[in-house]
Every structure is written in C-alpha cells, then in structure tokens.
C-alpha cells in the first residue's frame, strides 16, 4: 500500500448520473493529483492541487469538477459523462519529490 | 515543457534474462527520475527513482542509469521472474516541483 486512498475501485454510471470520486493521505503531501489512464494511451494530468489550490487544469472538460477541502483529500465530481470517458482514474500525492499513486477507480460509462 | 520519450513500447524475454528499459528526457532542468510498475488492474507503484547528482542506483534485481550529458536514464532487470510482467513508466521532474512527466510505457513480458 502507497498510502494513498482511492474509492471507489469499480463504478458503473450512466451518461445522466452524478458521482464522485474520493481519495485521501495522509502522508502529509502537499499536492495531489488526478490522473485519467485510458486504454493504449499515456497517463493525463487533469488536475494538479498544491496547498488545495488548483494550479494546473489540463482543458478538462467541466464534466470533471474537482474539489480539494484539505491537503488530505480530494474529490472528482462526474456528471453527464459520455462513453469515451470510461477509463482508469487514478489519484496520486507528493511531497515535491515522490509521487505515489492510488490504486485507481475503474469508471465505465454506459 | 518537459518530453519524455520511452522505449521499447513492448518487450519480451525468457525468465532468467535481463531486460532494459531506455527513457529520454528534454529539459535539462530535470532532475529527479522514478520508475514505476504498474499490473493489471492496479495503480502505477514507485519501484526506483535516481536523483541527477548519481549516476546509478541500484536495489536488488533491479538497477537504473541516467547519463545527464545525454539526456536518458535506463532501468535494467536482471534475472527476470514472470512476476516482473507488468507495464513499465519512466518520468522526469524538477524536484521540489509538482510537475511529473510520464513516458508511454513499456509492456514487459516474462516468458517462464
């Protein structure tokens, strides 16, 4: 285990459902991260928090609305995602030198 | 920005042979290099990382390189096992920033 914590591992939504994603530390990191993982394709950075403030926003589409109460938590809001989006999302923490990772929710968008 | 070029995209060996993995990276700047191996279903996990003031780290079976001149670092495992099977990220940062940049990874397989 990373100490990084991801929930759900699997989740199942429909194009008109509204979920979240949840992931927390407390390896006392600074900043933490989403990632998107899609199938034969390199890792995206979607959104980078340092201090809980967004410094990094990689054109993500508002469907994906993060939110970072604390430096221990981090949150993905989904909302009338599409089919493409179905892919492994995965939340990761540093302290300015190591990044680790969560182990992923696995998102499928009907 | 960073680049971070990584290859082979795919590799296969026998177990009980080496494998080697070549990462390039373009902004001079960086200087702190992980490796990570992911498996199936799981999240990328920190197996190495070498810092640019060595110029190789090693643990066990397996060991990376970096050359600063030239801009690439390398991991190298040696007395492969079919659990080492598993896709392979190299990344470059500036330390004590946040920004990481991945390579696309390479699918190691091990052929007992």
């Known amino acids: 285990e990373t100490g990084v914590t991801q929930t759900p591992r699997h989740l199942v939504m429909g194009m008109t459902n509204k979920k979240s994603l949840k992931c927390e530390q407390h390896?006392?990191?600074?900043?933490m991260y989403w990632y998107k993982q899609s199938a034969k394709k390199p890792l995206e950075l979607m959104f980078v928090y340092n201090f809980k403030e967004q410094t990094e926003n990689n054109s993500v589409p508002s469907r994906f609305s993060p939110e970072c109460p604390n430096s221990s938590h981090l949150f993905l809001h989904l909302h009338t995602l599409q089919p493409e989006d179905s892919a492994l999302y995965l939340c990761a923490s540093s302290n300015g030198e190591k990044l680790l990772f969560g182990s992923g929710t696995q998102l499928s968008v009907l | 920005g960073e680049n971070v070029e990584q290859h082979p995209s795919t590799l296969s060996v026998q177990e009980g042979d080496s494998a080697v993995i070549k990462c390039t990276y373009s902004?001079?700047?960086?200087?702190?290099f992980p490796w990570y191996k992911q498996e199936l279903g799981k999240g990328p996990q920190l197996i190495i990382d070498i810092r640019s003031n060595v110029g190789e780290k090693k643990d066990q079976r397996i060991a990376v390189t970096l050359n600063k001149t030239a801009k690439h670092f390398s991991l190298h495992i040696t007395e492969t096992q079919p659990e080492d099977s598993a896709v392979y990220f190299c990344a470059a940062s500036y330390q004590a920033g946040n920004q990481f940049y991945f390579g696309t990874g390479t699918s190691l397989t091990v052929i007992p």
């Open positions: 902004d001079s700047a960086s200087n702190y």
């Open positions: 390896l006392g990191h600074n900043a």
